[in-house]
């Protein structure tokens, strides 16, 4: 027991920061920082004499008899009462007594903790490693919602860990970018780390080999790229989870690095401009994007915030679990380059409007109507409760794409729309009955209106 130390009284987890007597009280008083900082009575001190600093607010903290505390246990002893002590499960009753049966060899192959493949150790009490000396174990371990003292300060000096542990799971621990490094230390062979939602401001791996495949951040404030740019000399790493890390923008050095990057979540972070676009385009493997609820996309590029993506980003095969099809990637580069190719062209889409007009060829309505046979764009009206909105599609685009913009653009059920397209004079009225079919079967002309009910 010592200052610092993480705890758990009825469930509920802190940190301790006063060990001793309180005036007006018999016996030894823990004082402890709850994490949930509504949990407690007081922000460290009691009959106005302050005993401790808390800095979660007025209420904090609370004071807990020393034999209420549980102060954590050594790894294998968790095991040991998870995997080989025989509980009580057995005759539990619901309604009608439960036997599970063949428990008992069940527990005979699990008493042997130093075989097993595979650990769940989650929301349990673990704070220390095992004894010096102690067998080496374990392939895949999950500890979250545990304590994991700071700084792995009790394997100080112990040698590197040869165990081949491959997936790690530490999310919700408390622990920070030094413990981080510890376990990378400690577990060499490490592949999937899992490490969200913990006081981590940056990620440190460039002293150490490092294995990793996949390395997921989310809940921590990284808040910029360089507190984890270590990371680009992994060559190994395919799948980056940077969701909710406090990213307004995303810049690489040079050379970028990151060269098995496949995957990359950036979800709910402030991002904005296109700078972070361009930044992203530089990934030379990544074909799977997540930039859902990163809420500052649809302000900056409006109803089209899919398709801008899709055209600046020519490798990118999935949007936020979405595969990209052919058509969508075609109808998305035309639209842009319809809306960014003309006139002065804005010097971050330089690059990117060169290599589209080498697709399709000039963007120039004016003097050039029809890009390539198939790709001429029709200015079309959608309308809804009186609400319409205006967009340039290529002739190609499908009905059932039409359906899926029209869904997102007003907020409906796809399922539950009808569309049909009316002239501009109001003379001819069309049904998109076939969703296979596309827009150039409906001979429809610039100004075209298309109503969009419920049904």
Known sequence: ????????????????????????????????EWDDCNRGKHDGSVAGKRYFVA????????FVRVENVIFGRRIDEEMLDRYAVKTEMD?????????????????????DIY??????????YVSFA????????????????NYMEPRLGSLQGLEVVQAPVFHLVVNDCKIDHQTVFGILRFFPQLEYLYIGFNGINRFECSTIKCNLQLLDLEGNQIEDMSHISSLCAVESLTSLNLSNCGLKNIHFDFPVGYVGLKELYIRNNCLSGWDWIDEVAKLPALIK????????????FGQNTRECIIAKLQRLQELDRCEISHIERRSAEILFLDKYGVGNIAPQHQKDIERLKAIYGTS????????????????????????????????????????????????????????????????????????????????????????????
Not at 406 to 412: I, M
């Open 91 to 111: 005759y539990c009753k619901f309604g009608t007594e439960v036997d599970f049966v063949a428990m008992e060899e069940t527990y005979g192959k699990q008493r």
């Open 55 to 62: 800095n979660g607010g007025p209420r904090s903290s609370s």
């Open 364 to 455: 120039d309505q004016s003097q050039q109507p029809q890009l390539k046979s198939g790709m001429h764009l029709l200015k079309l009206k959608l309308e809804f409760n009186g609400k319409e909105i205006s967009c340039s599609l290529p002739v190609s685009t499908y009905v059932q794409k039409l359906y899926g913009m029209a869904s997102r653009l007003f907020h409906l059920d796809v399922r539950k729309m009808k569309l049909c397209a009316e002239n501009s004079d109001g003379k001819l009225s069309l049904q998109f009955d076939n969703p296979l079919r596309s827009l150039d079967f409906y001979d429809l002309a610039d100004g075209d209106i298309i109503h969009i009910s419920k049904t």
């Open 1 to 32: 027991m010592e200052l610092g130390c993480r705890v758990d009284v009825n469930g509920n987890r802190g940190t301790v920061k006063y060990i001793g007597l309180i005036d007006g009280h018999q016996g030894n008083w823990v004082g402890i």
């Open 130 to 145: 095992p004894n010096p000396g102690s067998p080496h174990f374990l392939y895949c371990e999950d500890f979250r919602r």
């Open 115 to 124: 075989k097993l493949r595979c650990v769940l150790l989650d929301n349990m």
């Open 289 to 300: 994007l997540y930039v859902k609820g990163t809420v500052s996309l649809d302000e900056e």
